[in-house]
Nanobody, 120 residues
Framework: QVQLMESGGGLVQAGESLTLSCEFS????????AAWYRQPPGKQRELVAT???????NYADSVKGRFSISEHDTKNTVYLEMNSLKPEDTAVYYCTLGTFIGTNYYPNSWGQGTQVTVSS
């Protein structure tokens, strides 16, 4: 069972930046894809960013140009750099490992989530 541990959440003001980290218990990213989801208060969970094993990143329209997903060279940590944060980015952010089938991402393992709160 892979364990994922997120960190880096917190309270920031609008316009500021945060970087979330997700460390895996085992170095398996070379055979999986990774993604970040978020769940705003009172809303459904949504896919924010994905990263393929080949290093291709994709983003939800709501974060495109502001967020960046990347991996550490050791392949056991994935980051989500969040810039120009807005109050609507407030959510619990979840790291996942999963698989792409075609263009669709399917998560297999989830972290416990980390809270990001952006004040106006």
């Amino acid at each position: 069972q892979v364990q994922l541990m997120e960190s880096g959440g917190g309270l920031v003001q609008a316009g500021e930046s945060l970087t979330l980290s997700c460390e895996f218990s085992t170095n398996i990213f070379t055979v999986n894809a990774a993604a970040w989801y978020r769940q705003p208060p009172g809303k459904q969970r949504e896919l924010v960013a994905t990263l393929t094993t080949g290093g291709t990143a994709n983003y939800a329209d709501s974060v495109k140009g502001r967020f960046s997903i990347s991996e550490h060279d050791t392949k056991n940590t994935v980051y989500l750099e969040m810039n120009s944060l807005k109050p609507e980015d407030t959510a619990v952010y979840y790291c996942t490992l999963g698989t792409f089938i075609g263009t669709n991402y399917y998560p297999n393992s989830w972290g416990q989530g980390t809270q990001v709160t952006v004040s106006s």
